[in-house]
């Protein structure tokens, strides 16, 4: 398929002589044929204009959750992608909260099977342990060979002495590793952030102490260790200045943060919405400043939606018995950019692939065409109606957003709105 995007605004910092310059784009079997001021449509090609179109690169997300296989009524890989590309992403990394989890090599093959010929590409983590019991490694380097991009128990609690095995190990073959930021002990039965607004609601408080100590024992065997390691949706802000030391020192160590975590506070649980209830929880507008100003001076490495699915059976239900987890790729545009504005959200909507072992793509003649398609503008409240997942259950229904997506071109495919 020939396409022609028509006047189209190009955000892309890395590139200065065409960043905000309105430009007609020509690719050609998934090719980027020719990117200039005006282009002549050659027969055959599909010309596409839209109201104040703008492109960037492919976004791309580095945690996020569907269901197949096991939890197929939350999200099925064919939706989650669907839903993925209308959302603007063309790259997932998906997390290993399946059942059964992922943890041999042929898991990884299963789902980079399911996910084929899809415009978004999808990238599957592998269980750190067997299982994901945390008792045993898993078939880590095989699963490496078969496409697993990471390993992961996901959002458990990993003993010391298997987190530093695994980081031993994975330098074998430049593996990375993950470690979710909390200690169980000290999490207790909290099921928000423990402080003012906890103690006012009668609600179990999560302090920032479990998530700050877990990531004070990972640094610390990092670097007794080497190796790579990289913290899943840090939350506090001695969770940064932690990691801002350890960078310091030379550890090779990546974090990110959910999206929901830069924008909201527990302020929000006044409502005991349950959807509201997020692992890590929702903590101050102290440390939201902080998770900003971290990302800002590049502690904190990439954001994510942390998208995850859950089925309203478990949603719908008392507060404290209510399973962790919000969608997000949907909103995730919308609220970066009202908080944030167009130039600060592509720049983070764009990193992170490196870390994964990803290519990065690149907006020039020559190259695979790997395109997201929006309006930065318009202001609009975001509504359960229209969401498109399986599940429903996000964090920012009736919040005001702005920007619309209108697809991606990917993978020498087109999704569009």
């Known amino acids: 398929m020939n396409i022609l995007l028509r006047s189209a605004t190009i955000i892309d910092s890395n590139s200065p002589a065409i960043h905000q310059k309105k430009r007609d784009i020509l690719i050609k ?18 010309e596409i204009k839209r109201d104040n179109l703008h492109v960037s690169l492919g976004w791309f997300d580095s945690s996020v959750s569907f269901g197949e296989p096991g939890f197929e009524e939350r999200e099925t890989i064919s939706n989650g992608l669907q839903v993925a590309a209308k959302s603007g992403f063309t790259d997932l990394v998906l997390n ?20 084929k010929d899809f415009a978004t590409s999808l990238y599957p983590i592998g269980n750190l342990t067997a299982k994901g019991t945390g008792e045993h ?5 095989d699963m490496q060979n078969a496409g697993a991009v990471a390993f992961y128990d ?7 002495n298997l987190l530093k095995i695994a980081l031993l190990y994975a330098q074998n073959f430049n593996g990375l590793v993950l470690s979710y930021p909390e200690e169980l002990q000290i999490k207790g039965k909290g099921t928000v952030n423990e402080g003012e607004v906890s103690t006012r609601l009668g609600l179990k408080g999560i302090p920032s102490l479990s998530e700050e100590l877990q990531i004070a024992r990972d640094l610390y065997i990092l670097e007794y260790t080497g190796g790579k390691l990289h913290i899943p949706t840090i939350s506090t802000a001695g969770s940064v200045k932690l990691i801002a030391e350890a960078k310091k020192k030379g550890l090779d160590v990546t974090a990110s943060v959910a999206i929901h975590n830069l924008i909201l506070s527990d302020a929000e649980l006044e409502s005991f919405d349950s959807n509201y209830k997020v692992k890590p929880p929702l903590r101050t507008q102290k440390d939201a400043k902080a998770l900003l100003k971290g990302l800002q001076n590049k502690t904190i490495d990439f954001v994510t939606a942390d998208h995850t699915p859950i089925d309203i059976e478990q949603k719908r239900v008392e507060f404290d018995n209510a399973e962790f987890g919000s969608i997000g790729l949907e909103s995730a545009f919308g609220a970066l950019n009202s ?6 959200t592509i720049q983070l909507v764009t990193k992170g692939r490196e870390r994964f072992g990803i290519k990065s793509p690149e907006l020039k003649e ?16 975001y509504e359960r109606s229209s969401i498109v997942s399986t599940s429903k259950n996000s964090i920012f229904i009736g919040k005001q957003l702005k920007g619309v997506v209108y697809g991606i071109i990917n993978n020498k495919k087109m999704a569009l709105n």
Request: charged residues 25%.
């Open 154 to 160: 996901f959002k458990s609690s990993l003993n010391a």
């Open 137 to 141: 490694l898993a078939e880590l380097f």
């Open 339 to 344: 908080e944030l504005g167009i130039e600060e």
């Open 96 to 115: 290993p909260n399946t059942k059964p989890t992922p943890d041999t090599s042929s898991d990884i093959v299963f789902l980079k099977e399911r996910s």
């Open 366 to 381: 020559g190259e695979a065409a790997c395109f997201t398609l929006f309006n930065p503008d318009g202001a609009y409240t």
């Open 29 to 46: 079997d998934g090719i980027i044929q020719k990117i200039a001021s005006k282009i002549n449509s050659p027969k055959g090609t599909k």
